[in-house]
C-alpha cells in the first residue's frame, strides 16, 4: 500500500474515496449535530472517572452503552458492519498504548497504571452522528506517554485552527504534520477524517498530513471529523486479524484526539465540546 492511499476510519482494507456526494449542512441539521455532538462530549466525560487501573475495556463499553441508551441515543459502532468487514461488537472503540484505532472492548484487557487509552465514541441521536474521541491516562504514564497525549492534542487543535471559508484540506494535515513532527513524532498516513451527519462516513476524506493549498476547498456547511493519529515511533501500521484493531508497526505508542467540526462562514465551530 502506497502512502497516498487513503482509508477510510472504517478499517484495514483499501478504500477508494466514497461515492457518498459532499453534503452541505442547513441550521436545522447543525442544530441537530450540536446536540448529537454535545452529547457525545458528555459521554466522554462521564467516562473518564472510570479511567483506572483495574478496571476493564468492557465495563467501559458497558457503562457507555448504559449510558446512552438512558439518554435517548444509541450506538453507531455496536453491531457496524461496512462490506467486507465482520460487525463490530463494541459500543465504543477503546484503543490502548500501541492501539492506534479500533481497539475492541474485552472483558479480559485490564486497565494497567501507566497505560494510555484513546476512547472513541459515537452516539446516534434523532438520525445524526456524534463522533469524538480522546486518550486518557491510567494512573501515572511515562514521562514520553504524556508528552505524546499532548503532543496529539495541541496538533489537532492546530488543524482545525486552519478551518475557514477557502481554505483548503491540505491546510489541516499541513499544520497537523508540521506540528508533531517538530515534537519528534509522527503522523499515521493511512487513516483519515471524514465527512459525518445522517450517516457515518461521508466525503470528505481529511488526510492528517499534507502540503498547504493543495486538496478540497472547504465552504461553510461542511461538517468532518479532524482526528489525528500521532505515533512515538514511525506510522507505519499492522491490522490484527480481528479485522478491526490497528497498531503500530514497531510496537510503540500510538496517541488520537477527534473532533466533529463545522465550517461557518467566519470560520469553524467545534460540534463536539461539552
Request: include cysteine; charged fraction near 20%; charge should be neutral.
Amino acid at each position: 500500500m502506497t502512502h497516498q492511499q487513503l482509508l477510510l476510519k472504517t478499517g484495514n482494507r483499501q478504500q477508494s474515496p466514497t461515492t457518498q456526494r459532499l453534503v452541505l449542512f442547513s441550521q436545522r441539521e447543525l442544530e441537530k449535530m450540536r446536540r448529537v455532538g454535545k452529547l457525545a462530549a458528555h459521554l466522554l466525560q462521564h467516562l473518564e472517572p472510570l479511567v483506572q487501573p483495574g478496571v476493564s475495556t468492557q465495563a467501559l463499553n458497558d457503562e457507555a452503552l448504559r449510558w446512552m441508551q438512558a439518554h435517548g441515543a444509541i450506538s453507531a459502532t455496536l453491531g457496524y458492519a461496512p462490506p467486507g468487514y465482520p460487525p463490530f461488537s463494541g459500543a465504543i472503540c477503546t484503543s490502548i498504548n500501541e492501539v492506534v484505532c479500533h481497539g475492541i472492548p474485552n472483558p479480559k484487557q485490564i486497565l494497567k497504571d501507566g497505560d494510555i487509552i484513546n476512547i472513541d465514541v459515537t452516539p446516534i441521536l434523532d438520525g445524526f452522528h456524534g463522533d469524538t474521541s480522546r486518550t486518557f491516562f491510567v494512573g501515572n504514564p511515562s514521562l514520553t506517554a504524556r508528552k505524546l497525549v499532548e503532543v496529539t492534542q495541541a496538533a489537532m487543535m492546530q488543524g482545525i485552527a486552519e478551518i475557514k471559508p477557502g481554505a483548503r484540506v491540505g491546510d489541516i494535515g499541513a499544520a497537523i504534520q508540521e506540528y508533531a513532527e517538530a515534537q519528534g513524532f509522527s503522523v499515521v498516513r493511512d487513516m483519515v477524517g471524514h465527512g459525518v451527519g445522517r450517516q457515518f462516513h461521508t466525503e470528505p476524506q481529511i488526510p492528517h498530513y499534507g502540503k498547504r493549498g493543495t486538496g478540497l476547498k472547504l465552504r461553510p456547511g461542511m461538517v468532518f471529523t479532524v482526528e489525528p493519529m500521532i505515533n512515538q515511533g514511525r506510522y507505519d501500521l499492522k491490522f490484527l486479524r480481528d479485522g478491526w484493531t490497528v497498531v503500530t508497526q514497531d510496537g510503540k505508542l500510538s496517541a488520537q484526539f477527534e473532533h466533529t467540526v463545522a465550517v461557518t462562514e467566519s470560520g469553524v465551530e467545534i460540534l463536539t465540546l461539552p
